[in-house]
């Protein structure tokens, strides 16, 4: 919801209830004024009209009383009744015309006898007129009745007795018309439009009949009556004695409308009387109070909100909009902008804040934009570099899917990039021709995540030779990516190759014409080509002997060229060391027995395979231990431990023999070296076996060295790794 | 006719192939002493002519430079072929090569041995193939 709308229901809900309760209590308020002044109004009107009927009917009394007090009337009636003269009647005739033409509302007199009949009066009823008996008792003049006289108008008959010397000398009946009762009833001072005084008597059954025509029907004279039973007409309390003012919705008139009500009582005459007026027109004041009031009330209500919303509108709605399209442009990516807001409140503060803000970021985005350059210059220097190099450079996704190749790959291998990208990185590089075992080494090492190197690759696309070097990157020990790199070495290889069929070819060359003298001489020494005197037989053996050094000595010259050329080979296996060396000690022990010397073995039972060169390792034992029988006197002492210590096979070979000068001792392992006290001792020896068994023995990952004292003996120390995987294959 | 088989033991016959004159020459010398009828060859192309001439070679003997373009591997692939009728024959490589290589495709293609010939006396050989061939 936006902040308008939220700020217009706030305003509706702050102020509707405000004004809906103000409204209601001012027009409840007015109400009840207004009531209190009906109630007064009808009050007076009520009263004023009592008063004033009361003195109608004073009036008529009176009245009466003075006509029925004319003292030559009373004399001449009193008299007639005496005697009965006739002539006295017309004096009484004559001055009750004069009263009746006198007096005011009277309508006629009629004169009485003391029994009721009917004497003389201005109106002739002889026949039908008789004084009722209930009329004729009492002696004060007394309205007797009430009733409509030939012409239909309501009259008031009035019985007065006459009395002469303190006896009744007869009855007059004065009957009155109604007009001055008609008078009161019809003046509607103060009763609005729908008002009246309300006339009524109590009738014998206790309803109330009404004596003078009604405003709003004409013809209620003494004949429109409310039942006793209608309690909600207020002249049924009027009749009935209750002098009080009506004012709740249930009260209503004879026509049914809701009025208000003011009653009054004439005891003695039974009259009631209601002072009333509809209850509508009473409130027309208030209705049109209310309209006035309404209208107020919805311009109030407009007015402000229409305020509110606008002042709100200049206080939130517009520095929040204008935050808001400033935050939009920034996001935008303008960060030059700053917002500018004339405001001392909490938003203008906010304003000044992310001004700030801005501020800040601008910077930073500046500094990282400069880190940025500076690395992208430095990447490319890289990129450059890896594009430009000519080792093949690949890169592999964990999925093990490649993602880039340089030009050097592309050239190397004979693929073109287009096919190399997004395609599996096993079956493009590895070619059928790569051996099985360089293949699994080279899976393994990925899927361990460990960096593998293989010269042995052959790769895929063109089948060139390469060495294959995979470098998995980690980030938090998984692989996220590998790089590969491969050097074409088909010219290494051919190299290689050249130098490996040179070394065959010198072997076979320089051995072939050994085998030719070793053989003949073999054979003329068996007696193949006859018999051999002693002395033959001796030159024969030298010249055996002599040959056989010189194979020795181009198998240790064919060694060496091979270590210098580097295509020494080297094929482990797993090799029982202890059967080797008792195998090397059963080739010395025509030499041991021959020169009487003691051997002393030490072997560790619970050693373990080693993962080595068979011959290569032989090579070395052999050579440490005819060193070790060839150096040592007679009757001497040789000892040969084999024990595991760590990770390491530990090989011991000690004689007690001529040992090594001290100053000679830097350039035992040198090649062709002979120590000069070996060669005073004439043995045979090439100088070239040290250097041999410490290059095989380097090769193999293992370590030599001795310890030696002229005329005491040697000991020297080999040790050879036990587990495998430490050398790269070539 | 007298109701005895008697059966002679037939001589056994070995195939040397050898470029070297002066080593063939004493190889046979010791093969015929030890009572061998041989049989000598310095190529290939004269060596597959002995044996498809129907003589029963019980072994070979064999060097792997030789005269011509191919050498005692390339003999051996042959022999050792699934075809060959000479699958069975026992081949014995000595050669004064010994790189690895070398003895390794030998060994792989099923001969019997493989000597350096100048760490090996010629009897010693000999009582070998003639162990082999009986």
């Known amino acids: 919801m936006s902040i308008r709308l939220k700020l217009l229901a706030i305003a509706v809900l702050v102020i509707t209830p405000v004004i809906l309760l103000g409204s209601f209590l001012i027009l409840r308020e007015v109400e009840d004024n207004l009531i209190i002044q009906i109630q007064n109004k009808l009050d007076v009107v009520a009263s004023l009209q009592e008063a004033r009927t009361k003195a109608v009917v004073e009036g008529y009394l009176q009245e009466a009383q003075l006509i029925a007090s004319r003292t030559q009337m009373r004399r001449e009636l009193a008299a007639y009744n005496q005697d009965g003269n006739p002539s006295r009647l017309s004096v009484v005739n004559r001055i009750i015309v004069d009263a009746k033409t006198s007096a005011l509302f009277v309508e006629v007199i009629s ?68 007009d001055g009762l008609m008078e009161i009833t019809e003046d509607y001072t103060g009763l609005g439009r729908t008002g009246e005084f309300l006339l009524a008597s109590r009738t014998a059954t206790g309803d109330a009949l009404y004596l003078t025509p009604l405003r709003f029907d004409s013809g209620a004279a003494l004949a429109r009556a409310v039942s006793r039973e209608r309690k909600e007409i207020p002249i049924i309390s009027a009749v009935e004695g209750l002098e009080a003012f009506f004012t709740d919705s249930g009260t209503v008139d004879y026509r049914g409308a809701k009025v208000f009500a003011s009653t009054r009582f004439i005891e003695g005459l039974e009259w009631g009387m209601v002072a009333k007026i509809d209850q509508e027109e009473a409130f027309e004041p208030v209705k049109q109070l209310r309209n006035v009031l309404i209208l107020s009330i919805v311009i109030i209500y407009v007015g402000i909100i229409a305020i509110w919303f606008f ?140 960096p593998y190197v293989t010269d042995s690759f052959i790769l895929a696309g063109n089948n060139t030779p390469v060495r294959l070097a995979v470098y998995p990157v980690l980030k938090d020990e998984t692989q996220v990516f590998y790089v590969v790199l491969v050097q074409d070495i088909s010219e290494l290889k051919a190299i290689d190759k050249a130098k490996t069929e040179f070394v065959s070819l010198a072997s076979h060359q320089l051995r072939t014409p050994l085998s030719s003298i070793n ?212 | 006719m007298f109701g005895y088989n008697i059966t002679m033991k037939e001589k056994k016959t070995v195939l040397v192939i050898e470029d070297e004159q002066s080593l063939a020459e004493a190889i046979r010398m010791k093969l015929s002493n030890s009572g061998c009828e041989v049989l000598t060859a310095r190529a290939v192309p004269e060596a597959l002519d002995h044996l498809k001439n129907g003589q029963d070679i019980d072994a070979v003997w064999l060097d792997h430079y030789l005269i011509g373009r191919e050498d005692g ?62």
């Not at chain 1, 004169?111 to 007129?129: N, P, Q, R, V």
């Not at chain 1, 899917?401 to 599996?424: C, E, R, W």
């Not at chain 1, 024969?540 to 040959?547: H, I, Q, R, T």
């Open chain 1, 111 to 178: 004169i009485f006898d003391t029994e009721g009949t009917f004497i003389l009066g201005t109106k002739d009823l002889s026949s039908s007129a008789s004084l009722a008996k209930e009329s004729r008792e009492g002696s004060v003049v007394r309205i007797s009745e009430i009733a409509k006289d030939e012409l239909n108008r309501v009259t008031v008959e009035v019985v007065a007795p006459l009395i002469f010397e303190n006896e009744i000398i007869g009855f007059a009946e004065i009957v009155f018309n109604a």
């Open chain 2, 73 to 134: 591997l390339d003999l051996v692939a042959r022999l050792k072929s699934a075809e060959s009728e000479w699958k069975e024959t026992p081949v014995f490589v000595v050669s004064n090569t010994a790189s690895a290589d070398k003895v390794h495709a030998y060994m792989r293609l099923g001969v019997e041995k493989y000597y350096v010939k100048a760490e090996h006396r010629l009897e010693d050989i000999i009582t070998d193939i003639k162990e082999v061939i009986g």
């Open chain 1, 519 to 730: 053989w003949y001489a073999e054979m003329l020494l068996a007696g193949d080509a006859g018999e051999l005197n002693p002395e033959q037989t001796q030159f024969l053996k030298e010249v055996y002997a002599g040959n056989q050094r010189m194979v020795e000595l181009v198998d240790s010259l064919l060694n060496v060229s091979r270590l210098e050329l580097g295509t020494f080979v080297i094929e482990p296996k797993d090799v029982d060391l202890i059967a080797l060396g008792q195998s090397v000690i059963k080739e010395q022990k025509p030499q041991i027995e021959v020169r009487n010397i003691t051997l002393k073995t030490k072997f560790d039972d619970t050693l373990p395979s080693l993962y080595i060169d068979e011959k290569l390792i032989r090579m070395v034992l052999q050579n440490l231990l005819s060193n070790a029988v060839k150096y040592t006197e007679k009757g001497g002492t040789v000892s040969l431990s084999i024990i595991q210590k760590n990770d390491m096979v530990d090989i011991q070979v000690s004689d007690t023999g001529y040992g090594i000068p001290q100053e000679e001792q830097k350039k035992i392992f040198g090649k062709l070296f002979r120590a000069t006290n070996v060669r005073e001792k004439d043995t045979e020896g090439t100088g070239l076996g040290l250097y041999i068994v410490k290059s095989v023995v380097e090769k193999s990952g293992g370590t030599i060295r001795f310890e030696s004292e002229e005329g005491t003996g040697t000991t020297f120390f080999v040790t050879l790794p036990l587990k495998k995987g430490d050398m790269t294959s070539k």
């Open chain 1, 311 to 450: 002042v709100g509108d200049r206080i939130f709605v517009q520095p929040l909009r204008a935050l808001t399209l400033f935050a939009q442009n920034i996001s935008a990516g303008n960060l030059k902008l700053r917002i500018e807001l004339q405001d001392k409140s909490e938003i203008g503060f906010l304003a000044k804040t992310m001004n700030k803000m801005i501020g800040e970021i601008e910077e930073l985005y500046r500094g990282l934009e400069e880190k940025v350059e500076e690395r992208t210059r430095e990447l490319k220097k890289f990129q450059q570099a890896v594009e430009s190099s000519t080792d093949g450079v690949l890169m592999i996704d964990a999925t093990f899917d490649i993602t880039y190749v340089n030009p050097a790959f592309v050239k190397i291998s004979g693929t073109p990039q287009k096919t190399l990208i997004s395609k599996n990185a096993d079956s493009y590089l590895t070619s059928s021709e790569t051996p099985e075992e360089v293949h699994e080494a080279f899976l393994n090492s990925i899927k361990e995540g460990k």
